[in-house]
């Protein structure tokens, strides 16, 4: 079955300092894998996708991601965190072996970005 | 381009009642899916409509239903409504297509569901 972990509910960084938010997934073919920013009352909005290609994937607003295949893993991650960056993250998952376009997504993790 | 729109944003229900959520996609987009998120279960996947088709289904009893019409937009019911039915109510679109699905889906606001 399809499944995608964050393990910190939070993360807490001072402005500045680079950020790092973990995410890893299960999936019984090959990933598709996105990252989503939810701000209070609002929608999800969409940050970055690894479809295949380089491991590095570069996004919106300074944010990159970098895919691992043998650790199953899909990170975000930005050199230097802002205030504004504090939001609820979203890693989410698509199975290729699934013809649809339905999303698995993890729990979410609140980064806390303080003055 | 005007991105996911969705209707109403708030909404409040009683017990017992039904209610029609409603979502346009950004234009030229064919896939619609439909999302719950609560703060118990998360997002979870209701399903997913191409071409006024259903395509893929979540595990949800079946008071929750859609439907796509032949311009793409889409509409979910949920009828008999419970205290649990309380979320936000997301939809999401993507260009779709019959290949392999690698295109992002891009989300609306929300519609705020509370059931009283």
Request: glycine content about 10%; overall charge positive; charged content about 15%.
């Amino acid at each position: 079955a399809q499944s995608v972990a964050q393990p910190e509910d939070q993360v807490n960084v001072a402005e500045g300092n680079p950020l790092t938010v973990k995410c890893t997934y299960s999936v019984s073919g090959n990933p598709y894998l996105f990252w989503y920013v939810q701000y209070p009352n609002r929608g999800l909005q969409f940050l970055l996708k690894y479809i295949t290609g380089d491991n590095l994937v570069k996004g919106s607003y300074g944010f990159e991601a970098e895919f691992n295949k043998s650790q199953t893993s899909f990170h975000l991650k930005k050199p230097s965190a802002l205030v504004s960056d504090s939001a609820l993250y979203f890693c989410a998952v698509r199975d290729t072996k699934d013809s649809s376009y339905k999303l698995i997504f993890g729990s979410g993790t609140r980064l806390l970005v303080r003055p | 381009k005007a991105g996911v729109t969705q209707t109403p944003r708030y909404l409040i229900k009683t017990r017992g009642q039904q209610v029609t959520l409603s979502c346009s996609p950004i234009s030229g987009h064919r896939s619609v899916s439909w999302y719950q998120q609560t703060p118990g279960q998360g997002l979870q996947f209701l399903f997913e409509y191409f071409s006024e088709t259903q395509r893929n289904k979540g595990n949800f009893p079946g008071r929750f239903s859609g439907r796509q019409f032949s311009n793409s937009r889409s509409e979910m019911n949920v009828s008999t409504l419970e205290l649990g039915d309380s979320a936000l109510y997301l939809c999401a679109s993507s260009s779709g297509g019959r290949g392999p699905p690698t295109d992002t889906q891009y989300f609306g606001p929300g519609t705020r569901l509370t059931v009283l």
